[in-house]
């Protein structure tokens, strides 16, 4: 086994960019906001883009590879994450997303709870992360009236923050930034508020799952315990899965028997190596680390997100 990169899955969007074209040339044409890079989904399945396992489909994959690649404790009938970029230029709509029980009820899918890393923002970048204190009754009158930014908690944020976004918890990207995007593998959004543009909007299934005492959160401000050649800390941990943050010169490192992990490089550049292979980690890229890989190690000066799904 090595550590399995796939092919980036493009989506364009009508508030995307072309930032992502500063780390990376193969960018397609048009307003690409959302770049799909470990991805096992009915609207996106990766193509592995290196090794001998390069041109297999990810569900093909699991299904020859079993525990070798996902781990013994990991359902391999649904592929638990999805990891994206996300590039802005425009404001996403205001937006919310079920948990797993209304999810599964109305849409037959997992809820979704995300995390989101600041890759980069331009000067003055915002999110909107929860709302200010409001009952549901106001938040509805504010959407039917247009003045819901009253209601909206937005925060300007620069490189290397980060946030928790739970199920319920209203929130927005905003125009400026890029952002490393760890989620529940799912593709369900209720939009609340589109800022006058021709999409469907869905007020009243958002009211419905929606939790206005849900507050924002940014993890950044945790801070990291330095080893030799490394730093490390726990950046965050969810019901649905733990992200680890490692500032690295020289790290070593070896897969879990009981899950897969994924190292999403958001600073730097580097290598991963072990026995018998060595794959190039830049600015940008996710790699699946097989449950099955063993010891390996990290070179160069690099910031990497490592995560992992929950088990019990």
């Not at 390069?54 to 525990?67: M, Q, T, V, W, Y």
């Not at 909007?201 to 009211?207: D, G, M, Q, S």
Request: charged content about 30%.
């Amino acid at each position: 086994m090595y550590p399995i990169r796939f092919e980036n899955l493009y989506y364009e969007k009508i508030w995307g960019g072309r930032d992502l074209q500063e780390f990376r040339d193969n960018l397609p044409e048009g307003n690409i906001g959302e770049s799909w890079d470990i991805a096992c989904h009915k609207n996106g399945t990766g193509i592995v883009a290196n090794g001998n396992l390069k041109g297999k489909s990810f569900d093909i994959l699991i299904e020859e590879l079993g525990d070798k690649l996902l781990g013994k404790k990991i359902d391999k009938n649904e592929f638990p994450l999805l990891v994206k970029l996300i590039n802005s230029q425009d404001k996403l709509s205001v937006q919310v997303h079920p948990g797993d029980d209304y999810a599964k009820e109305y849409e037959g899918s997992l809820g979704k709870t995300e995390a989101w890393y600041v890759i980069e923002a331009k000067p003055g970048a915002r999110l909107i992360v929860g709302t200010k204190s409001c009952t549901k009754d106001e938040f509805k009158k504010a959407i039917t009236e247009e003045k819901l930014e009253a209601y909206l908690n937005i925060i300007e944020v620069k490189k290397g923050d980060s946030f928790l976004i739970k199920s319920g918890l209203i929130h927005a990207i905003c125009e400026g930034v890029i952002i490393a995007e760890i989620q529940q593998n799912s593709d369900i959004t209720y939009r609340v508020y589109d800022y006058g543009r021709p999409r469907e909007i869905h007020v009243e299934k958002a009211l419905e799952v929606s939790q206005l005492n849900l507050e924002a959160i940014n993890l950044s401000d945790k801070p990291l315990v330095e080893y030799e050649g490394y730093s490390h800390g726990e950046l965050c941990r969810s019901d649905y899965f733990v992200i680890e943050k490692l500032v690295i010169n020289n790290y070593f490192g070896t897969s879990n028997a009981d899950y897969f992990e994924i190292i999403t490089v958001v600073d730097g550049k580097g290598v991963i190596k072990g026995e018998n292979y060595m794959e190039a980690l830049s600015k940008g890229d996710s790699y699946l680390i097989p449950a099955s890989l063993g010891d390996y190690q990290i070179e160069g000066e690099v910031v990497v997100l490592k995560s992992h799904p929950i088990v019990y």
